[in-house]
């Protein structure tokens, strides 16, 4: 007699975009067919460039393939190039990504050999300003990226989410026969921030393929219900992000 056949079930593969994160003829792909990356981040004050360089060489001996610095003062900003500069006398070529906060649109413009230096910029969207200020300071940034040919992240977090945007999906569940729970309308939230500032940027000229999201949230099983949901509803690369 013959066995009956087994009938396994194929998990669906996500096609996304692709990033390219590089330094020099380094480079590092995010999504598409690439592998699942490794970034990690340094501790250190930017501003101590043997000490952070020191710190991101060993990151990447460990086998961080991206390595995240703050740029948050001008000092920091002066330290970027220098940074990089001592990176590549160690033969140390992991990008730099520049994780910028309130004043990032001014130290981008002002400083532009920082701009150069860092391979990727991390912005995000509730810490770029507030009110009328916020879609200038989020353009220049974008601009600047633009102009160097930079990939950018676009990292929302609960903690920081634009306030005016909270309020009004709050109020439009308010509104609803059946209103969504509060987790729902966090998931919402995370996503609709990082979906429109995403379209901002590209409205403003970035090359969709080198956007990538990330919806930081602290639990696990947010993080998966975030994430699904994300994917469901756009092609960009994903970053997991888990504070």
């Known amino acids: 007699m013959d066995a009956n056949p087994i009938a396994f079930a194929v998990p669906s593969v996500r096609n996304t975009l692709q990033a390219r994160v590089s330094w020099g003829e380094h ?3 995010v999504g598409g067919d690439a592998p699942v990356r490794i970034q990690s ?3 250190t004050d930017t501003e101590d460039v043997i000490g952070t360089a020191i710190q991101v060489k060993e990151l990447a001996l460990a086998g961080s393939e991206l390595v995240r610095i703050t740029v948050n003062t001008p000092e920091a900003a002066q330290a970027v190039p220098h940074i990089r500069e001592q990176l590549d006398r160690m033969d140390v070529h992991v990008p730099l990504i520049g994780d910028f906060h309130y ?5 981008l413009n002002d400083f532009p050999e920082c701009a150069k ?6 912005i995000n969207p509730g810490n770029v300003g507030k009110g009328a200020k916020r879609d200038p300071q989020f353009a220049q940034m974008i601009e600047v990226a633009c102009r160097y040919q930079k990939p950018i992240r676009i990292g929302v977090n609960w903690g920081s989410l634009d306030q005016d ?19 729902e309308v966090m998931i919402e939230a995370l996503i609709q921030s990082a979906l429109q500032s995403a379209s901002k940027a590209v409205e403003l000229g970035m090359n969709p393929d080198q956007i990538t999201l990330s919806c930081k949230v602290s639990g696990v099983q947010d993080l998966i219900a975030v994430y699904r949901d994300l994917a469901r509803r756009c092609d960009y690369s994903l970053h997991l992000g888990l504070t």
């Open 117 to 122: 230096a860092l391979s990727k910029y991390r």
């Open 103 to 107: 004043n990032g649109h001014t130290l």
């Open 41 to 43: 981040m340094t501790n």
């Open 165 to 183: 945007l909270l309020a009004q999906i709050m109020d439009d569940n308010a509104k609803l026969a059946s209103p969504k729970t509060s987790q």
């Open 27 to 29: 480079v590092v792909t």
